[in-house]
T-cell receptor, first 113, second 115 residues
């Protein structure tokens, strides 16, 4: 148990659906992250929030929309996704957003049909 | 730009064998940090170690040891007397000022330890 909880663990959605991924941490961390892990690519950083402010958007398509209402919660809103967006989406947190070790959740395995 | 290369995509060993996972990195930063993470089948990445670029001392933690060699830009990870529970994907990662202090991950090495 790393202290970072992600829901749902698995999600299947059609290309026209709208869904949200949720991440929650109770470690007192100030930075939260979304990573995408595809079968054939290295882990890709998507977004970084530090003290609820977005500090990094790694050229992510607008069909992915993050939301960070407070330092403990992070959402990833999904709409009109493509089949190539199928991947494991990992949330992480750390004390700060620079050079810190990350604590990861177990991820949401997303399949887009 | 910074880059992390884990040339071994998959390694298979028999229990009790020693195994070394290779990691080679590229960076223009003079100050940077190197990490290793373990990803078991459950999915979450588990932090193993972080090293500062100024600290080239090798580190040992139980059956795990790390060899940091700045001259060859390598940060290799050795598991001694491997166990089935060591089966996982292992990621090497790098962070530094050049990339906004964000982690750059290698492609990972899948380690399978057979009984």
């Amino acid at each position: 148990e790393t202290g970072v909880t992600q829901t749902p663990r698995h999600l299947v959605m059609g290309m026209t659906n709208k869904k949200s991924l949720k991440c929650e941490q109770h470690l007192g961390h100030n930075a939260m992250y979304w990573y995408k892990q595809s079968a054939k690519k290295p882990l890709e950083l998507m977004f970084v929030y530090n003290f609820k402010e977005q500090t990094e958007n790694n050229s992510v398509p607008s069909r992915f929309s993050p939301e960070c209402p407070n330092s403990s919660h992070l959402f990833l809103h999904l709409h009109t996704l493509q089949p190539e967006d199928s991947a494991l989406y990992l949330c992480a947190s750390s004390h700060r957003d620079t050079n810190e070790k990350l604590f990861f959740g177990s991820g949401t395995q997303l399949s887009v049909l | 730009a910074q880059k992390v290369t884990q040339a071994q995509t998959e390694i298979s060993v028999v229990e009790k064998e020693d195994v070394t996972l290779d990691c080679v990195y590229e960076t223009r930063d003079t100050t940077y940090y190197l990490f290793w993470y373990k990803q078991p089948p459950s999915g979450e990445l588990v932090f193993l170690i972080r090293r500062n670029s100024f600290d080239e001392q090798n580190e040992i933690s139980g059956r795990y040891s790390w060899n940091f060699q700045k001259s060859t830009s390598s940060f290799n990870f050795t598991i001694t007397a491997s166990q089935v529970v060591d089966s996982a994907v292992y990621f090497c990662a790098l962070s530094g000022n050049n990339a906004g202090n964000m982690l750059t991950f290698g492609g990972g090495t899948r380690l399978m330890v057979k009984p």
